[in-house]
């Protein structure tokens, strides 16, 4: 089996974690790291073990023994360090969202249409079981037609609040949901209605609900809350319900099956995305990565999730947040 030789751009919390997925991934090599803070660079590098850092991600795309690089930069950095790597010719894993704009996502489309190597965006849900068992009975007929569907993924205000500078509910957490919905019902929104509502002096708002119409077929609520009391067990309250016209399913995200309850209270940790299990980082993201790798190995394009769909889902919440500000619903447009 063909070694993929991979490279981490961007070492902050989240991409820490796609490291040590990475180091650990049958198949795959990590053998480089960048960043643009020198410390946090000098850290990941010591701690992976990984002789090749930079501060400058181009030298790390110069590289011709590297294949793979994982994007795990500030949102709004995605555009620019995505496109040089497509045009560099490697084999291109960017964290969601796709970029800071609709129109950045379609230059990044029009890249890869171009590009020598295999570009995937990574929209983890569509990689947890429950969610998938979900789509195969939709598809399978089991709830009938969808008609109404209701999202939910909350954060506590710590972690929440944490974010509200770098990135806003809808775009962070609403766009999962959103991705989803479209998935479930294999199509795009006829229009979307948002309103965000701000609470404290961050950035962004620290809410957001966005309606999603489906013609007049069904329709969809994604609500995101980054403000819910310290004192909630779960790391992330998150569930979505989807009523069909023979039935219903829910998937609840926020019951991760272990609750450890201590002097402080209950909490609920993450059993599902990236628990470390036996020294290993594991779970979605783990066969999110694994994915990708597999299909660089075997040379077929990434079909689980689409850069089209990746840019949907984007458009999507990019709308809600343009009607949030115009107090107006808005017909969606790709």
Not at 302 to 319: D, G, H, L, N
């Amino acid at each position: 089996m063909k070694t993929i030789n991979w490279a981490v751009l961007g070492v902050g919390r989240f991409g820490k974690i796609h490291a040590r997925v990475l180091s650990s991934l049958s198949g795959s090599a990590l053998v480089a790291l960048s960043n643009r803070n020198e410390d946090k660079l000098a850290e990941a590098a010591s701690e992976f073990l990984v002789e090749f850092a930079s501060t400058d991600f181009h030298e790390i795309l110069e590289n011709p023994a590297i294949d793979a690089v994982s994007i795990t930069t500030h949102w709004e950095d995605h555009h620019e360090v995505a496109l040089a790597a497509l045009r560099s010719g490697k084999h291109v894993f960017l964290e969601k969202p796709m970029a800071a704009s609709s129109e950045q996502c379609r230059e990044l489309l029009e890249a890869s249409r171009k590009a020598d190597g295999y570009f995937m965006v990574g929209h983890i849900c569509r990689f947890d079981p429950r969610v998938t068992l979900a789509k195969e009975a939709i598809d399978a007929g089991r709830i009938g037609r969808i008609v109404s569907m209701h999202a939910r993924r909350n954060l506590p205000k710590a972690p929440g609040s944490v974010r509200l500078d770098k990135i806003s509910p809808l775009i962070g957490d609403g766009i999962h949901d959103a991705d989803l919905m479209m998935w479930f019902l294999d199509r795009a929104p006829t229009e979307v209605y948002g309103r965000t509502i701000r609470i404290d002096g961050y950035r962004y708002p620290d809410l957001g609900w966005a309606m999603l119409h489906f013609g007049e077929d069904a329709i969809g609520v994604v609500e995101t809350v980054w403000c819910l009391p310290e004192s909630v067990p779960s790391a992330i309250d998150a569930k979505m319900e989807v009523i069909g016209t023979e039935g219903k399913l829910s998937i609840d995200c926020s019951n991760t099956g272990l609750t450890i309850t201590g002097a402080n209270g209950s909490k609920i940790p993450d059993t599902v995305y990236w628990p470390m299990q036996h020294g290993r980082q594991v779970g979605a993201l783990e066969r999110e990565l694994d994915y990708f790798a597999r299909c660089i190995r075997e040379e077929a394009a990434p079909s689980v999730i689409t850069p089209q769909e990746a840019a949907r889902a984007f458009t999507v919440m990019e709308t809600a947040e343009r009607s949030a500000e115009c107090g107006q619903p808005l017909p969606f447009q790709l």
